[in-house]
């Protein structure tokens, strides 16, 4: 019999100390705790925690070691309709597990309820079908790891999938191919450094749950918004094992890319856990205390308030479910080392009541946190609850995915009319959105595709989804991809049409490249990944979803022009200011920023009117940088100009006089695959023609 002891309250979880372990959790309504360690030919022993503080159940026991597999059984009341869903027949998962073994079955057994009576309470046990928590060992050899801890202008960003990235890599093991050890490995590790990011994001590493109405159709849940564990690393992308063998692969792979230089960002879901509605299963929380961490409604607590979509949302107002955000987020620094969050639906974590509220008690944490302050902090700034979407409305510790930069940029390029004034700002850095509470360009996360929609490649090639192998009869994923006159969906023998799409692509990647404020990048797009059309993959685990790195002539040349693009950000200042341009300027004095008409001749207010208006240029001026760098000089670059031709027919381009530049380098042209015709040199008030749809940038040295 394992020798017990009181132990402590604090820290939450399953704490190991090279003796025993430590076991605690919170349950404001539980009456018992059981405690259930589960031998390896998946036998129990159970052990009752007779100690409790503040609504913590705690035991210490002696002999508990690292890999071992665990669960809780809570005994309270079962009254749906006063939101009390206590079922001791239930296993539950700890919420602060580091490891967790197995995926649930979908057995009848993790459903609390009975199907036909669900006012009654299923008393089958879970046990057998459902996951378990697992006592992880916390040390880890660091060795000299150090943050790369880049400055947000620096930073280029880059959204992957751990297992789309690695599935099908041919220079990887076979054996680390979809897993952490797969995207630590020096072949992918070469991908990132050599494409020039500074951060890739993962989309959700936390321990997700496979969904059984997706197993059912022969599908999974591959994108993993569908958390159950806010500390553990998803056991399906361990290589090594998921007895604990995770955490360690997870922490060697951010070792490994912080040598590389590059920082680690995590997707996380922290707005809804994966239990769903009151018809889903009961795994964890559920069980554990319903009614302090999921919201919900105030009148009929048998049901829960969702702004996900999810079927749930946490209770972002309870002490507890806020400790246990904060906690995993502290953990996932301090432990785990990573280097910034995105936070998916984030609009939902500022809701302590209805409303969406800027200085909900989820932000006052964070802002005073000595940790989570200091890291990277994005927020998908919508939810699809009322006033949901809140784009440029987040604190000012915080950045944002900028969906009206995406919708604009897109709308440009596709030949919509009346965009030039919205198109120019978000250009600029977005000042209309981030200006008014004293943020800057790096608040603005610019990004033309992400994972959720059609890739890069997709998006110039279909005018319509194309989701029929999703099984929901195409009625899923948004239909809003307007008509991009890149000839006939699917039609890939005329060349002239290829031309025109890669064209696009490039056209778009030049654009988020040099704008300013934070580029994100969608894995694969540079180079031309496609998912046929498919616009929300989020249940296709397979080759429609896995990265191709068998490619083609013209994969390869818009891969090395997107390191081309790569590189001249990285190496021009200009192009990534830490604040806003002042303007054109006054009198005979050019400022750091001038928009030109094609005719060359500065623009005025009437002409950002013209609703036909669809080519322009943007002078940079790098002689009038008035921002010092990180040792306080002043900062000269290169100046630029920069010709958008959003027509569809080519347009005449009169270079300014010389008074903005005596002569002009071409760095990139996108009607050319590498990005250049070998034209070397173009003089001031010379006339220059870009082909329809195409950008050129001129550089004066």
């Not at 494409?195 to 890739?200: D, F, Q």
């Not at 004034?421 to 360009?441: M, N, Q, T």
């Not at 005025?604 to 306080?632: C, K, S």
């Amino acid at each position: 019999m394992t020798t017990i002891r009181p132990g402590r309250s604090y820290p939450l979880g399953a704490t190991y100390d090279g003796s025993g372990t430590n076991f605690s959790l919170f349950s404001e309504i539980a009456e018992q705790v059981e405690l259930v360690l589960i031998a390896d030919d998946g036998t129990q022993e159970c052990v009752t925690l007779t100690e409790v503080d503040g609504y913590v159940w705690h035991a210490y026991l002696e002999g508990v070691h690292p890999g071992q597999r665990y669960g809780f059984r809570v005994h309270g009341p079962y009254q749906p309709e006063r939101g009390h869903r206590c079922n001791p027949s239930k296993l539950l998962l700890d919420p602060y597990a580091k490891a967790i073994d197995g995926q649930p079955d979908g057995d009848p057994a993790l459903f609390g309820y009975l199907f036909d009576k669900p006012e009654e309470p299923n008393t089958a046990d879970s046990l057998g079908h459902t996951m378990l928590s697992v006592v992880s060992d916390h040390t880890f050899d660091w060795g000299d790891d150090r943050a790369p801890d880049l400055a947000y202008h620096h930073s280029v960003i880059y959204e992957a999938h751990v297992k789309g990235m690695t599935r099908d890599h041919p220079d990887l093991p076979e054996e680390i191919r979809g897993s952490y050890a797969g995207i630590g490995h020096p072949a992918i590790i070469e991908h990132l450094r050599t494409l020039g990011v500074t951060a890739i994001e993962l989309m959700p590493v936390h321990q997700f749950v496979q969904d059984g109405h997706l197993r059912e159709r022969g599908l999974s849940n591959y994108w993993g918004y569908n958390t159950i564990g806010f500390f553990a690393p998803h056991n399906g992308y361990s290589s090594s094992g998921t007895r604990g063998q995770q955490v360690t692969e997870f922490k060697q792979m951010v070792k490994n890319l912080h040598a590389a230089g590059i920082e680690v960002i995590l997707d996380v879901v922290y707005n809804h856990t994966a239990e769903g509605n009151e018809q889903g299963p009961t795994l964890s929380f559920r069980g554990i205390d319903n009614n302090a961490y999921y919201r919900l409604v105030n009148d009929d607590p048998a049901h829960y308030f969702d702004t996900t979509g999810t079927g749930n949302s946490l209770l972002m107002r309870h002490p507890s479910v806020l400790q246990l955000i904060m906690d995993s987020l502290r953990y996932w620094v301090t432990e785990m080392h990573v280097d910034g969050f995105r936070f998916d639906l984030a609009s939902t974590l500022a809701r302590q009541f209805h409303e969406v509220d800027k200085l909900s008690a989820f932000f006052d944490l964070v802002q005073q946190d000595p940790v989570i302050s200091q890291v990277k902090l994005i927020a998908e700034p919508w939810d699809i609850g009322d006033d949901g979407y809140q784009v440029g409305m987040f604190p000012p510790l915080w950045t944002e995915w900028n969906g009206r930069y995406r919708d604009t940029v897109r709308d440009f390029w596709r030949g919509a009319e009346a965009t030039l004034p919205e198109f120019a700002s978000r250009i600029a850095g977005s000042a209309d959105l981030y200006k008014h509470d004293r943020r800057r360009p790096l608040a603005s996360i610019n990004f033309i595709t992400a994972h959720d929609g059609f890739t890069l490649r997709d998006l110039v090639s279909y005018n319509d989804k194309h989701n029929e192998a999703n099984g929901e009869d195409g009625n899923d994923g948004d239909n809003s991809n307007s008509s991009w006159n890149c000839g006939a969906e699917g039609d890939t023998d005329n060349q002239e049409v290829l031309d025109l799409r890669a064209r696009q692509q490039r056209n778009l990647l030049t654009t988020l490249l040099l704008s300013q404020g934070v580029p994100m990048i969608a894995h694969g797009d540079e180079l031309g990944r496609t998912q046929l059309g498919n616009n929300n993959a989020y249940c296709q685990d397979s080759e429609l979803t896995w990265i191709n790195w068998d490619l083609d002539q013209a994969q390869r040349d818009l891969l090395d022009f997107t390191r081309r693009l790569v590189h001249l950000r990285r190496t021009h200042p200009i192009l990534r200011r830490r604040r806003f341009f002042q303007g054109a300027g006054t009198g005979e004095q050019i400022g750091d920023m001038v928009w030109l008409l094609p005719d060359g001749q500065q623009m005025q207010d009437t002409h950002w009117h013209w609703e036909e208006a669809r080519a322009v240029a943007v002078f940079l001026n790098g002689d009038a940088i008035t921002e010092p760098d990180q040792q306080g000089d002043r900062v000269t670059d290169d100046s630029f100009l920069i010709m958008f031709n959003g027509h569809h027919e080519p347009v005449d381009f009169r270079l300014p006089g010389k008074e903005y530049g005596r002569t002009w380098d071409i760095a990139v042209d996108t009607a050319h695959p590498l990005g250049q015709d070998g034209l070397e040199e173009l003089q001031a008030e010379s006339t220059v023609r870009l082909d329809g749809r195409s950008t050129l940038v001129l550089i004066r040295r």
